[in-house]
């Protein structure tokens, strides 16, 4: 059976994602992504209140054009004590779509489907991939291990093959996009589209501070390494001299405690809560504590410019 494209899954003109980054994404970047014929997706938890997410949605909905569209990113595992209220919100507005992350999509894949909002899922294999199709997702984004933030292991052919082989749902590739030839790679991959986060750091929309912006113009694919002291999780990160300093590994007493199954899930926790403060305080402020979230594709980041002039170099 022939899959759906992404252009038609979305009603959009190209078959792209701006991807969800925490801090990262905001309401101005999905406008003018929606002007440019892509969609783009905001992660939910980058609003402190369930009031100004509301108002970030009705904010897109009043500015979403023909050609464009706009969706939410949730946290799903027990981390996000915030979930509830916004799966709530998001199937209550209708939102165009709703990208899974960290945990089972069951519930949320139910409530929306009842508001009939779409449901995209992170997967990194074909495990997961095979759980999510049993939940009735609509498509699944595939993030490799060239993408930015929280990657996965195998490389893009073979990840995407593998979903492709293994369920039926369409593919949405997740990292190692910085180009249009990039995007044609995927696509022949197998690949219906891509999602694409890491090249609009260091757009003029984009909510962070000019220092972060111009680390992602200043450093290069060789400069990204991962750390396990954000989430707990394995995060690519920009080698800047702090990180260097302090090192990409888990504290001595987390790896300890995390190896007791009643206090491992209250260390992720308190390990998720502490690596995303600091890295808000780095992201918006200019501080010694340079934590900048960032994947190899920042390699294609030449300028600071508008989000219109760097969808060009992907259509």
Not at 74 to 102: A, G, M, P
Not at 217 to 245: F, H, L, M, W
Request: hydrophobic share 40%; with cysteine; proline share 4%.
């Amino acid at each position: 059976m022939k899959k759906a494209t992404l252009t038609e899954l979305l009603q959009i003109k190209h078959p792209i994602i701006m991807a969800p980054m925490f801090l990262v994404s905001n309401t101005k970047m999905v406008i003018e992504g929606m002007k440019n014929g892509v969609a783009g997706c905001i992660p939910a938890l980058n609003y402190r209140t369930i009031e100004e997410l509301q108002m970030a949605i009705k904010e897109l909905k009043a500015a979403k054009v023909e050609g464009g569209s706009y969706g939410f990113n949730l946290i799903v595992n027990k981390s996000n004590i915030k979930y509830k209220e916004q799966l709530r919100v998001l199937c209550e507005e209708k939102v165009d779509f709703i990208i899974t992350s960290l945990g089972s999509p069951e519930e949320t894949i139910k409530e929306a489907h009842k508001h009939g909002v779409k449901v995209f899922c992170d997967v990194t294999d074909l495990n997961f991939a095979k759980k999510v199709e049993s939940c009735g997702a609509d498509a699944l984004i595939a993030v490799n291990n060239q993408a930015g933030g929280h990657r996965g292991e195998i490389d893009p052919e073979q990840l995407i093959k593998m979903l492709n082989e293994g369920t039926s749902l369409p593919v949405i590739s997740a990292g190692g996009v910085g180009n249009k030839a990039d995007i044609d790679k995927m696509l022949n991959f197998g690949a219906i589209g891509v999602s694409v986060g890491s090249p609009f750091i260091a757009s003029e929309e984009s909510g962070v501070s000019k220092e972060y912006k111009q680390a992602c113009v200043d450093y290069g694919a060789k400069d990204i390494v991962v750390t396990e002291r954000i989430s707990g999780t394995p995060c690519t990160v920009i080698n800047t001299p702090y990180v260097q300093k302090v090192g990409t590994k888990q504290p001595w007493i987390e790896r300890i405690l995390n190896k007791n199954k009643k206090l491992k899930k209250w260390v992720k926790m308190f390990r998720f809560y502490v690596g995303m403060k600091a890295t808000e305080k780095a992201a918006t402020e200019v501080t010694y504590k340079t934590v900048w979230v960032a994947g190899p594709s920042i390699e294609t980041t030449h300028a600071i410019e508008p989000i219109a002039e760097i969808i060009k170099k992907f259509i």
